[in-house]
């Protein structure tokens, strides 16, 4: 072998430069990789078995109720069902004045109008599924023309699904414009992206989507459709919370937290309540940081609260 070919096959790149890093790729290696998956699910084993129990008190429940996006998302929706839901937040007002009102009614974008008409709860938000929901595949431009759709007709927040297929074909620069081009939409409204976790299956996974989503415009983050399985986890919620710590750290802006589908009981709440506190801090324990997305739990912290079965919702 020539001294010249030894040199050409030494290993080391020779004024060769490296690959240059995309703007997305140089923002994700600002912050710490994602714990693996065992490891998280130790850890929120740990969190559940040591803290929920302290925060099993009327106090939380009453501050759970506050934070209910109260929603209806069926393919039997219609115009009474939907009049009718928004009935019932203005009665609960009445009927139960010493109790905090949900946060947000969550509705498909044919109903903002008549959401926003009927309710007269002062600081109940109308929000919106949008952007071809629950799929997002679609074009673009029809995940504008909906959501604007939806903002003039009275939606005051806007629940968009991340492209999920985007992402993991690494297509990083597709998604952000996708959620940059709806958060321009909104503007100062809020826009919460939908991870659906359950495709992501790895914390290494939803580590990089949360911090994605947050870098492209995302108001909140939250965990799922609530039409696929596996929906919201402990494990998700904790990996979210993570990112969103450090992407406070790192930046100085604070993103809401959702976590959406499959939240069954009282407990469920408390778990999610209990990885926000001890993760993110006082500072989002606010109905403007932490939601619920869940319809079934408004009955069932009712009942806990007032101490007999109540079907109010």
């Known amino acids: 072998m020539t001294e010249s ?11 060769e430069a490296r690959p240059k890093m995309s703007k997305y790729e140089e923002a994700l290696a600002k ?12 850890a929120v084993k740990k969190l559940i078995g040591e803290k929920v129990h302290e925060n099993d008190t009327p106090e939380v429940k009453r501050f759970l109720m506050g934070s209910i996006e109260l929603t209806t998302l069926k393919t039997t929706d219609s115009e009474e069902s939907v009049l009718a839901l928004t009935e019932r937040v203005n009665q609960f007002d009445e009927a139960y004045p010493d109790l905090p009102h949900v946060a947000t009614i969550c509705v498909y974008p044919c109903f903002a109008q008549t959401v926003s008409q009927a309710l007269e709860v002062e600081g109940v938000e109308v929000a919106c599924v949008s952007g071809s929901f629950p799929s997002s595949q679609t ?5 504008v023309a909906e959501t604007a ?27 952000c414009d996708e959620i940059g081009e709806l958060k321009e939409v909104c503007g100062e409204r ?9 495709c992501l299956k790895t914390a290494a996974n939803i580590k990089r989507a949360s911090l994605l989503a947050m870098y492209a415009g995302a108001d909140y983050i939250k965990t799922s459709t609530g039409k696929l399985e596996p929906a919201a986890t402990p494990e ?24 959406a589908g499959g939240i069954n009981s009282v407990t469920d709440a408390l778990i999610y309540y209990t990885i926000v506190k001890e993760l993110l801090g006082e500072k989002w324990l606010t109905n403007q940081w932490f939601r619920l997305g869940t319809s079934r739990l408004a009955n069932m912290l009712l009942s806990e609260i007032t101490g007999e079965q109540t079907k109010f919702f």
Request: aromatic residues 10%; negative net charge; glycine residues 10%.
């Open 31 to 42: 912050y710490s990789p994602a714990p693996a998956d065992d490891e998280v699910k130790a």
């Open 139 to 143: 074009f673009p431009e029809v995940k």
């Open 236 to 259: 998700a919620a904790y990996v979210m919370c993570q990112a969103i710590r450090e992407y406070y750290d790192e930046t100085g802006i604070q993103i809401g937290f959702k976590p």
């Open 149 to 175: 759709l939806a903002l003039k007709d009275g939606a005051t927040e806007i629940d968009m699904v991340m492209p999920v297929g985007k992402f993991l074909s690494g297509d990083y620069e597709g998604l």
């Open 5 to 15: 070919n030894a040199n050409n096959n030494c290993g080391h790149a020779h004024g």
């Open 190 to 198: 809020k826009l919460k992206v939908i991870l659906e976790t359950g």
